[in-house]
């Protein structure tokens, strides 16, 4: 094994060469010829360490592994991605890696780990001879004996992710750098350039590593000029070499920038505070990073046993002589070497969120495990030279016996205590690895149905890599879902819940009443990891046939049908009203963008918005037919509701659209249902912290001491003619002598009002004279901005009047909580000429529609379809209405659609005047799987509330479908 002939960190003087001369002596030299077998051994005891139990710990595959995986399915299916989009966005080397190993060893967690491990074994191998060759074997053997205990080795070895790779191929790229500079020949040059190219496609730390090469050979030409003499050619081809490596990777990069870097804007919102000056946050990002050598490490424990520093108080010590030499000798190149790598490679958490980071800062390994190993060898070679070979000769012994300790403190903290903490089991999925074994040891295929937190998409990959068998398997979120398949003959069900989504209690009592699990096993804290029943195709039919409590007769939009709920009749003010819908899907989908989701509203006599929940539980690509779910939602009140009855509305939402609720007679309903059964709210006294309540803008003012206005909810912009909800927020200071009205006002900048109302505060059910001290009380109100106001900033005053008519005094006389920014816009009373399709049409009494253009007369599918509509007011009106644009394919089914108030909500019909002319452009998406041919217009409008159309006529003839048709397209490739 040819070597550099060592350089000792030390100044030599002249004629001294004992230390460089016999830097093996007694012990070392006599393990001389040992070498290559020590080699061996401690790689042979790192791969015992990184495989031992390697399906157990960690105790499941974690999300990022999960997806590593997915995509390296997809690489073997064929794709050839250079990034990986997905999760973030993840470089593809390591990816390409597992694929390789997965095709091999087929598709396993032991596939996805041994990935990992062979990176940790070829990077060791690697920082062995890079040290060999820049200190000398002792050194070399050193690193790597305290990477092969090294925690944090050890933890990222065992890992299937991407960041392990990092160190690997940059340690190779500085290694060849090495052996050009030592042996002055360009072909080593020129394989350092590919491998740091290389070293960019493995982990997003690596996109500083060039830095490293180029920092070095900066140095070398300030401190070392003759070491690059003749060099520079090479040095540069080096260079270029990365650059054409780079290449492909770099052009996607600057084709598709919001992707490449879509997992560093994640994480950069420390670096946007240091580049914005704030100088404590660099000081405390710098300061948790060079803590984690000794005192505290990674607090994740995803990627750390929480706090644990990289070394022990003695090896630390080592660490921090190690690099002390480095410093002092800084005109020693190999130590500068290890100082420039480490400091670089260790940016990446200290400028990125939740300093310090073992996963961002894993580039700096192989330095930081140098840093030991040179600061001992330099304390071995000084005790030589003052002639205390007694203690020389002991240092062996001792190093062997530290060593092992240390390796069994490794074992310890990793195998005994990381892995069995509960933390790590969640965050690496033990339940879903334990979900696998079990499916994997059944004799039989049943149906199989699983709730987890991450039922959706997450959990489905883990699983998957780690089944050995296929079976049909449906997933929902147990904590807010369940759902009955549809039979399947005599194919029992096995139903498992995970510890991240276990059996609700009230599902439990209704569905699993009197049935036992088949198996549950614990986890070290006596908790079941997972809880197994096993349904006989009796019992699933006695269970699919229980009716509601509540019957109802819906469809959501053609993809649901709502069959009943249960929502409690009263509950007092705090508490929390939790509705159960049950529901069955009509159709399936696979289409992410579409899965519909369904939203409960809680909502008072006159429509204001209480509470909200959005949930589905059981996602739409798991549907078939005859299935049957149940969902429930939690609607939380707090101490600022009055007591009054709540209504509970639900809906559904796909692709960001709400969808039509359609009785049973065909007929569209709006875009929510009211459940028939309403909650009455009662009074309880309750004292909340004023921080608690959802306050837009904080005010203070009192009114004569009896009540406060604390705050209010308002956009801060509106527009001519906009109906805004004004929510205020009172808190009775004592007991109210009067039912107050509340004033408001809206005042514009040279004192004039603009726009008032005055009305009371819950009349008949909640008046201010009922109100306890110290309690809160949210009030709304609706206020109808006059469709004339110009652009202007106004005023908001609010006022409290009392029974007799007189105002109330306000504490300092400041009644001004705020300021509305009102959003006028130039009116066209002229109807233009260049129309390019005039066509005349009448809405009702209060909309005419004068024509349109089009962009273009052809558009392909997946395209969008560009045109302008032009309308005039007949008169001022007070609804809102909303403009429907539809392309009809020949069965009148719907292929590009866009629905919105005119000018996509700046210019609202509740704000035209009349005779006022409103151009109103529209971009219609297409859909991209529908065939060539010709494609007809609709517009119109409806009242988004009653989803019913303004009449239309044509010619003095009314349309029945009340729609106007504009004509055709074409639609092609």
Excluded at 317 to 333: E, I, S, V
Excluded at 334 to 353: E, K, N
Aim: with cysteine; aromatic share 10%.
């Amino acid at each position: 094994m040819k070597s550099s002939p060592p350089v000792e960190l030390h100044s030599q003087k002249r004629g001294d060469r004992s230390s460089s001369a016999t830097p093996e002596s007694i012990p070392w030299g006599a393990l001389r010829r040992w070498e290559p077998a020590l080699v061996v051994l401690l790689l042979l005891i790192s791969l015992a360490f990184r495989v031992y139990r390697l399906e157990y710990a960690p105790p499941g595959l974690q999300h990022d592994e999960a997806f590593n995986a997915h995509d390296a399915e997809l690489v073997l299916g064929g794709a050839r991605p250079i990034f990986f989009e997905a999760n973030y966005g993840r470089e593809a080397f390591f990816i390409y890696l597992m694929a390789g190993f997965i095709r091999v060893l087929g598709r396993s967690t032991l596939a996805v780990r041994l990935t990992g491990v062979s990176c940790g074994l070829v990077g060791q191998v690697l920082i062995y001879l890079l040290m060999r060759q820049m200190f000398g074997r002792r050194v070399a053997l050193l690193t790597l004996a305290l990477s092969t205990i090294s925690f944090w080795h050890l933890f990222d070895s065992r890992l299937g992710l991407r960041a392990i790779s990092l160190p690997m191929i940059q340690t190779l790229s500085l290694y060849l750098l090495w052996l050009g500079l030592a042996r002055r020949r360009r072909i080593y040059w020129i394989l350092s350039g590919a491998a740091l190219g290389l070293t960019l496609y493995t982990y997003l730390s690596a996109r500083v590593a060039p830095l490293v090469p180029f920092a070095f050979v900066l140095y070398l030409a300030m401190v070392r000029q003759a070491s690059l003499k003749g060099q520079w050619v090479s040095v540069g081809l080096s260079f270029v070499v990365a650059l054409m490596v780079f290449a492909p990777f770099g052009a996607y990069m600057l084709l598709h920038p919001e992707a490449a870097n879509a997992r560093l804007r994640v994480l950069s919102g420390t670096l946007g505070q240091i580049l914005s000056g704030n100088l404590d946050v660099m000081l405390r990002s710098l300061l948790a990073t060079l803590g984690m050598f000794t005192f505290k490490g990674d607090m994740k424990w995803r990627y750390n046993l929480a706090g644990l520093p990289v070394f022990d108080p003695v090896t630390g010590l080592f660490f921090y002589g190690g690099l002390f030499l480095c410093l002092r000798r800084w005109r020693d190149p190999r130590g500068m070497l290890l100082v420039l790598w480490m400091v670089i490679m260790l940016l990446p958490s200290a400028l990125t969120d939740s300093a310090p980071s073992f996963l961002r800062s894993v580039g700096a390994l192989p330095p930081i495990l140098a840093m030991p190993a040179v600061g001992l060898v330099a304390l071995w070679d000084g005790l030589r030279r003052k002639g205390w070979r007694r203690v020389e000769l002991a240092m062996l012994p001792i190093l062997v016996g530290g060593w092992m300790i240390l390796g069994a403190i490794t074992y310890r903290n990793y195998f005994l205590v990381w892995a069995r903490a509960p933390e790590p089991r969640a965050i690496y999925e033990a339940d879903i690895a334990e979900a696998a074994r079990y499916l994997n040891a059944l004799a039989d295929r049943p149906l199989v149905c699983i709730s987890s937190d991450f039922a959706l998409d997450l959990d489905r990959y883990a699983l998957i890599t780690q089944l050995h068998k296929d079976y049909h398997i449906k997933w929902f979120d147990g904590r807010q879902a369940f759902m009955l398949p549809a039979p399947s003959g005599d194919t029992s069900v096995v139903y498992i819940f995970t510890a991240s989504a276990p059996l609700s209690p009230q599902m439990a009592e209704r569905y699993f009443a009197g049935l036992l699990p088949v198996y549950q096993p614990l986890d070290p804290q006596g908790v079941p990891i997972i809880t197994v029943y096993r349904l006989s195709p009796q019992d699933l039919a006695e269970r699919r046939s229980m009716p509601p409590p509540q019957p109802l007769a819906a469809c959501l939009g053609g993809d649901v049908d709502l069959m009943g709920y249960d929502l409690p009749e009263g509950i007092a003010q705090g508490e929390t009203i939790r509705v159960t819908v049950y529901w069955r899907p009509r159709r399936f989908s696979r289409d992410f963008s579409e899965a519909p989701i369904f939203f409960l509203h809680l909502r008072d006599d006159q429509g204001h918005l209480w509470a909200q929940s959005d949930r589905i539980g059981y996602a739409a690509w798991d549907w078939e037919d005859g299935d049957l779910a149940v969902n429930w939602f939690e609607l939380a009140t707090t101490g600022d509701f009055p007591p009054q009855s709540y209504w509970v509305h639900v809906g559904m939402t796909s692709a960001g659209r709400k969808l039509p609720v359609i009785g049973e007679d065909g007929r569209a309903l709006g875009y929510d249902l009211r459940l028939q059964q309403p909650t009455r709210l009662t009074r309880k006294p309750l004292l909340v912290a004023e921080s608690s309540l959802p306050i837009g803008m904080r005010a203070s003012v009192n009114f004569e001491g009896e009540v406060a206005l604390r705050g209010y909810s308002l956009p801060t912009e509106a527009r001519p003619g906009e109906r805004l909800t004004l929510a205020l927020f009172w808190q009775a200071l004592t007991r109210p002598r009067s039912d107050y009205r509340v004033s408001i006002r809206f005042i514009d900048g040279k004192g004039q009002l603009q726009c008032e109302k005055t009305e009371g505060i819950w009349p008949g059910t909640y008046p201010s004279s009922q109100w306890y001290p110290g309690g809160f009380v949210r009030s709304y109100h609706e206020i109808a901005l006059p469709a004339t106001l110009p652009s202007e900033e106004l005023l908001i005053q609010i006022g409290l009047v009392d029974e007799q008519g007189r105002e109330l005094a306000a504490e300092n006389g400041a009644k001004t909580v705020g300021k509305l920014k009102i959003k006028g816009r130039a009116r066209v009373m002229t109807i233009p000429k260049d129309i390019q399709y005039p066509l005349r049409a009448e809405l009702g009494d209060v909309v005419s529609f004068l024509g349109y253009s089009l962009v273009s007369q052809s558009v392909s599918p997946g395209g969008t379809l560009g045109l302008t509509l032009y309308w005039q007011a007949r008169q001022a009106m007070s609804t809102s209405y909303t403009v429907f644009v539809h392309v009809l394919a020949p069965d009148n089914s719907i292929v590009g659609q866009k629905d919105n108030p005119p000018n996509n909500g700046d210019s609202p019909t509740s704000g035209w005047i009349a005779g006022e002319v409103i151009s109103d452009p529209y971009e219609v998406p297409i859909k991209p799987d529908i065939p060539d041919g010709e494609y007809l217009i609709e517009v119109g409008m409806y009242d988004p509330v009653s989803l019913e159309r303004l009449p239309v006529s044509l010619d003095g003839k009314p349309d029945p479908d009340r729609r106007i048709v504009l004509g055709k397209i074409l639609i092609r490739e």
